[in-house]
């Protein structure tokens, strides 16, 4: 599976793994991860770009819906292990002002 999503045994941090591609034809998995997550007030999501190879604006758009959902400003969301090519997409779109980049 391109995404999938582990939470913690304190059920405070979910973490989702991202490989492959992470475009449009993974919307379906990657809301699923958050959506059935039921996040408490401080749960905390990492979103671990380690394995993926490709991000398009599809994706851009998955994560600033899923940061609304989560709260917007009060969600706390970061991006992990991003490639050099996904970090420069990101950082163009100015996601490090809306997101935790690590």
Known sequence: MP????VSTDDNTVTIKI????DFAVQNEFRDCYYNAKPGENTRFI????GANYMDSSALGML???????????ADI???NCSPDIKNILTVANFQS????E
């Open 3 to 6: 995404v999938t999503s582990e």
């Open 19 to 22: 490989s492959g591609r992470f």
């Open 47 to 50: 979103i671990n770009m380690s």
């Open 64 to 74: 600033l819906m899923m940061r609304e959902y989560l709260g917007g400003n009060a």
């Open 78 to 80: 970061s991006i992990i």
């Open 98 to 101: 809306l997101f935790k980049m």
